[in-house]
Nanobody, 122 residues
Framework: QVQLVESGGGVVQRGDSLRLSCLYSGRAFKYSDMKWYRQAPGKEREFIAAIDSTGTNTYYLDSVKERFTVSRDNTKNIVYLQMVNLRPEDTALYYC???????????????WGQGTQVIVSS
């Protein structure tokens, strides 16, 4: 059974950086495209970043491009989201998700984590 556990969230100030991690428990990590979503209070969930199974191709929502970087380590079953120059509008619960191979551009998933909270104060 696949389990995703996010970590690395916290309370930071505008302009600070954070690196989120998502540990994938299961055998299919290297065959899975991995995604990051976020949801702020009162707002819809956003699909913000993705990386394909090999780590070759990535996707970013326009509002996080140039500030967020998604990467993965297939030897450790971990996907990362490096966030720099954080803004108050980045405050949200951040989730990682696993999706089938070849779907990294699509907002789909078949496994979902519990999320890690990021709060950016001004």
């Amino acid at each position: 059974q696949v389990q995703l556990v996010e970590s690395g969230g916290g309370v930071v100030q505008r302009g600070d950086s954070l690196r989120l991690s998502c540990l994938y428990s299961g055998r299919a990590f290297k065959y899975s495209d991995m995604k990051w979503y976020r949801q702020a209070p009162g707002k819809e969930r956003e699909f913000i970043a993705a990386i394909d199974s090999t780590g070759t191709n990535t996707y970013y929502l326009d509002s996080v491009k140039e500030r967020f970087t998604v990467s993965r380590d297939n030897t450790k079953n971990i996907v990362y989201l490096q966030m720099v120059n954080l803004r108050p509008e980045d405050t949200a619960l951040y989730y990682c998700a696993a999706a089938p191979f070849g779907t990294y551009l699509q907002p789909n998933y078949n496994h979902w984590g519990q999320g890690t909270q990021v709060i950016v104060s001004s």
